[in-house]
C-alpha cells in the first residue's frame, strides 16, 4: 500500500480526531513505514467542526466570554483566517447541549445568545464571511438568541420585549431591526449543518430534536406551535416563506429563523468541510480509507461526516474501513459501500471504561494494526 487516508470523526465524549488519527498513523507506520498517510479530520456541522476546519487553513484562535444557554458566563474559541476575512465557528462552543446539566436541560428555556455574541465579536473584529456549524445545540428558539445578540428586538402584542427562549416564540407580534449590528448586511453566512428536517411539523425542529435536549412532550408541542407562529410572523413581515425549506428544522429552527435577516446558505456540513480540506483532490491515487465515530448505525451513512466520506471514495473506488466504539446494523452499512465495519473493543467493558480516551486511543492503534497486518499479508500472498 502506497497510500492511506485518515478522515476520522471524533468519538464524542472520549476522543477527537486529531488524536485518533495519530493513534492509526502511529499503526500504519510500524507496519507500513514508507506509506503515504494523509489526515482529515471531519465533522457534519456539530462538535468537532470548527477544528476539522481549522486543520485546513491558517487561522488565529480568538478566545472571548460568552453566555452559554442558561446565560452563565463561559470562555469558548474559534478560528479567523490570517486574511481576517474568515470566522470559523460552531453552535456547540457556546450553546451546545454539553453545557447545560442534565436536570436542566429544557429548550424551552435555553437561548442561542451565546452563538450571536461569537458573531457579534467576530464581525466587531472585521470578519464579514462566516462558517457556522449548526449540530450539537441546547436550543430550540430559532434563532431569536443569535439575533437578540446581534441587535434585533421581539416584541409581544403588549409592546413588551421578549427574551430570545424558547417558550416566548408563540409570543412575538412584532420583529424590530433598527438596532441590528450595521455589519450584518455585510456579511455572508455558510451554515453547516447535517439534517434537512423542515421547520415545524412532525418532522420538524421541535418533534425530532427537542426531546433530545429535555423536551417534555408538552415541550415539544408548545414549542411546534411556536415555530409555527413564529414562521407566520415572518411571513406577514418579512414576505418569506420558511416552513419547509430543506434544513429549516437544523439547531432548534436556527436554519430557518436566521434566513430572512442574514445572507446565508444552508449547506451540507460534511460537503463544507470536505472542499475545504480538498479531500477530493487527495482521494486520487489512494488505496484504503479507514473513518470511523462512537457508533456505528443505520445513520453512520446518511448525510452524516461518515457518508459524506463513504460518498465521495465510492466516485473513486477507493475502499473504506469504518471503525466504531459501538457498532449496529453491520449489514446495512456494508449494503451501503463500507469494506468492513469494526468495533475497537477488545472484550465486553462498562461504558464508562469504554469512554475513557486513553482506552479508546490503544483501541483504535489496536485494531489498525491487527487490520494492517491482514492487509500486508495478503498483499504479500498475491506476489
Known amino acids: 500500500m502506497k497510500k492511506i487516508i485518515l478522515a476520522f470523526d471524533s468519538f464524542k465524549g472520549s476522543a477527537g480526531s486529531l488524536d485518533i488519527a495519530r493513534y492509526a498513523r502511529q499503526a500504519i507506520r510500524k507496519e507500513l513505514p514508507y506509506c503515504e498517510v494523509l489526515e482529515f479530520p471531519v465533522a457534519d456541522g456539530g462538535e468537532g467542526t470548527t477544528e476539522a476546519i481549522c486543520t485546513a487553513l491558517e487561522v488565529n ?88 445578540a446581534l441587535g434585533i428586538r421581539f416584541f409581544d402584542k403588549s409592546g ?50 427537542a426531546p433530545q435536549k429535555g423536551a417534555t412532550p408538552d415541550h415539544v408541542i408548545s414549542l411546534d406551535e411556536g415555530l409555527r407562529h413564529y414562521a407566520e410572523v415572518i411571513k406577514r413581515q418579512k414576505q418569506m416563506d420558511i416552513a419547509f425549506i430543506p434544513g429549516a428544522g437544523a439547531a432548534g429552527g436556527i436554519g430557518g429563523g436566521l434566513l430572512p435577516f442574514i445572507q446565508a446558505e444552508l449547506k451540507s456540513g460534511i460537503d463544507v468541510i470536505l472542499d475545504i ?49 459501538g457498532v449496529e446494523a453491520t449489514e446495512q452499512l456494508n449494503k451501503m459501500g463500507f469494506t468492513a465495519v469494526l468495533s475497537i473493543q477488545p472484550a465486553p467493558v462498562s461504558l464508562d471504561k469504554a469512554m475513557q480516551q486513553k482506552f479508546t486511543l490503544d483501541n483504535v492503534e489496536r485494531t489498525v494494526t491487527q487490520l494492517i497486518r491482514i492487509i500486508k499479508q495478503f498483499s504479500l500472498n498475491q506476489k
Do not use: W
Not at 489512494?286 to 443505520?298: N, S
Open 61 to 148: 484562535k480568538i478566545f472571548c466570554e460568552v453566555h452559554d444557554p442558561l446565560m452563565n458566563p463561559v470562555e469558548v474559541s474559534y478560528g479567523i483566517t490570517k486574511d481576517g476575512a474568515t470566522a470559523i465557528l460552531e453552535m456547540a462552543s457556546a450553546s451546545g447541549l454539553p453545557l447545560v446539566a442534565f436536570p436542566l436541560r429544557n429548550p424551552m428555556n435555553t437561548t442561542s445568545y451565546g452563538t450571536g455574541e461569537v458573531i457579534l465579536d467576530a464581525l466587531n473584529r472585521g470578519c464579514r464571511q462566516f462558517i457556522v456549524g449548526l449540530g450539537g445545540s441546547a436550543t430550540n428558539d430559532a434563532g431569536m438568541g443569535i439575533l437578540s
Open 277 to 325: 480540506l480538498h479531500f477530493r483532490e487527495a482521494l486520487q491515487g489512494a488505496d484504503l480509507i479507514f473513518t470511523g465515530e462512537g457508533k456505528l448505525d443505520a445513520q453512520t451513512g446518511m448525510g452524516k461526516a461518515l457518508g459524506g466520506i463513504l460518498k465521495e471514495a465510492r466516485k473513486e473506488n477507493v475502499p473504506v474501513i469504518a471503525l466504531g466504539g
Open 160 to 209: 413588551e420585549r421578549l427574551e430570545p427562549k424558547g417558550s416566548n416564540l408563540a409570543a412575538i407580534e412584532f420583529i424590530d431591526e433598527t438596532f441590528v449590528h450595521p455589519a450584518l448586511k455585510e456579511a455572508t453566512f455558510t451554515m453547516a449543518c447535517d439534517v434537512h428536517n423542515p421547520f415545524y411539523g412532525l418532522q420538524g425542529a421541535a418533534y425530532v430534536f
